[in-house]
């Protein structure tokens, strides 16, 4: 069965980087697309951005000049770079599978999420 | 960028009753929606792809339909353990939620 684990620092200073890894384990990262998704204190969701696992990727319009997504296989991990962070990515950071279960992939298995605050 | 609004933004039925959710798109999807159910303090879990076919292991009482810019999702007879947040996305441009329905017992 495959599970997802997110990690990183839990605290991030304004304009700094933030860095996450997602690990897959209990099954291959090839052949699908993996993404990262949070999920403010208000609970609304928001789609950050998927890379395949050949490497190519794809992000959310609006934070895609501070996103970068990269993927090692060799590692079975996902990781996810937001450069100057600010108080408005306080969140909770999770990484999804995306299988192609039906016309286009769908979000099928999530990591338990890993919370981030952005403070000095 | 297509926003999805749900409504209402709190249902509140008794145990038995049917619970039906609605979530509206500011432009067509065609039928790329899915619905997903999060319990607290756990992730996101699949229920319904496609608008209307269930994910592994979603017991049959889960149910959605629609296709362009209106959809639904009902559970024919409300459990205990269907008590939850639920959020429909839309994969026909990028990808984004709606705000979410909770759905508490009366």
């Known amino acids: 069965q495959v599970q997802l684990q997110e990690s990183g620092p839990g605290l991030v200073k304004p304009s700094e980087t933030l860095s996450l890894t997602c690990t897959v384990s209990?099954?291959?990262?090839?052949?699908?697309?993996w993404s990262w998704i949070r999920q403010s204190p208000e609970k609304r969701l928001e789609w950050i951005g998927y890379?395949?696992?050949?490497?190519?990727?794809n992000c959310n319009p609006s934070l895609k000049s501070r996103v970068t997504i990269s993927v090692d296989q060799s590692k079975n991990q996902v990781s996810l770079k937001l450069k100057s962070v600010t108080a408005a990515d306080t969140a909770l950071y999770y990484c999804?599978?995306?299988?192609?279960?039906?016309?286009?992939?769908?979000?099928?298995?999530w990591g338990k999420g890993t919370t981030v605050t952005v403070s000095s | 960028e297509i926003v999805l609004t749900q409504s209402p933004a709190t249902l509140s039925l008794s145990l038995g009753e049917k619970a039906t959710l609605y979530c509206r798109a500011s432009?067509?999807?065609?039928?790329?929606l899915a619905w997903y159910q999060q319990k607290p303090g756990q992730a996101p879990r699949l229920l319904i792809y496609?608008?209307?076919n269930r994910a592994t292991g979603i017991p049959a009482r889960f149910s959605g339909n629609g296709s362009g810019t209106d959809f639904t999702l009902s559970i024919s007879s409300l459990e205990p353990e269907d008590i939850a947040v639920y959020y429909c996305?839309?994969?026909?441009?990028?990808?984004?939620f709606g705000q979410g329905t909770k759905v508490e017992i009366k």
């Open positions: 496609d608008a209307s």
């Open positions: 996305q839309q994969r026909s441009n990028w990808r984004t």
């Open positions: 890379i395949h696992y050949s490497g190519s990727t």
């Open positions: 999804a599978r995306e299988a192609p279960l039906g016309y286009w992939d769908y979000m099928d298995v």
């Open positions: 209990g099954g291959s990262i090839s052949n699908y697309y």
């Open positions: 432009q067509s999807v065609s039928n790329y």
